[in-house]
């Protein structure tokens, strides 16, 4: 399996709603990522975890809050977003946190706040 | 800390042989990656250069300059298909993968 899922493709949600966006990799990688992209923008990172240990916050507001239930599993809860946080956002995994590892995408999940 | 360049768009014709450049400045380098990213898609990894050179992969070839900061990309015998984003990135120290802005390339008839 040399995929990233994530889960929901698309999401709808009003600024006092609470969801969660999930992704999920059975690659053995022990590096999982989130980004955040806006159109004809390259992706942002946001959150990177290593070992299942958050390594990397990219000072994101705090209504965005990454878990890592174990090392196939990453998710992204949300709460109290704003139309402005309306972007694609794509999880990735690497065999590790280090620089020459290639990272592998998900198809992202396509959040639009109302 | 980290700068990457690189066109915003480019045009080509199907069949021909196109060019991306990206010039990158950052502290300690870690290779160089190129994505390739369709509309609404996820990127997807094409090279990775360390060494100077030119590695050629099937119809795409990177290639580095470290001492110039330079890299390119070389897409032969352009399909339609390869209309996409193409990113350059360069990781930090810290493992942090940077992007460049893009280069949008429209491949017409």
């Known amino acids: 399996d040399t995929e990233v899922t994530q889960t929901p493709k698309h999401l709808v949600m009003g600024m006092t709603n609470k969801k969660s966006l999930k992704c999920e990799q059975h690659?053995?990688?022990?590096?999982m990522y989130w980004y955040k992209q806006k159109a004809k923008k390259p992706p942002e990172l946001m959150f990177v975890?290593?070992?299942?240990?958050?390594?990397i916050n990219e000072s994101v507001p705090s209504r965005f809050s990454p878990e890592c239930p174990n090392s196939s599993l990453l998710n992204l809860h949300l709460h109290a977003l704003q139309p402005e946080d309306s972007a694609l956002y794509l999880c990735?995994?690497?065999?590790?946190?280090?620089?020459?590892?290639?990272?592998?995408f998900g198809a992202g999940s396509r959040l639009t706040v109302l | 800390g980290q700068n990457i360049d690189q066109p915003t768009e480019m045009t080509a014709t199907e069949g021909a042989i196109v060019q991306i450049n990206c010039t990158y400045q950052?502290?300690?380098?870690?290779?160089l990656f190129w994505y390739q990213q369709h509309a609404g898609e996820a990127p997807t990894f094409l090279s990775y250069?360390?060494?100077?050179g030119l590695e050629e992969k099937g119809r795409f070839s990177s290639f580095l300059s470290r001492s110039k900061g330079y890299s390119y990309l070389l897409l032969k015998e352009l399909q339609m298909k390869d209309s996409a984003s193409y990113l350059c990135?360069?990781?930090?120290?810290?493992?942090?993968?940077?992007f460049g802005q893009g280069t949008e390339l429209s491949v017409k008839p």
């Open positions: 990735a995994s690497s065999q590790a946190l280090s620089g020459a590892n290639v990272l592998t």
């Open positions: 690659m053995g990688h022990r590096a």
């Open positions: 975890y290593s070992y299942e240990k958050l390594s």
């Open positions: 950052t502290s300690g380098f870690n290779g």
């Open positions: 250069n360390v060494l100077d």
């Open positions: 990135a360069v990781p930090n120290q810290g493992g942090k993968l940077i």
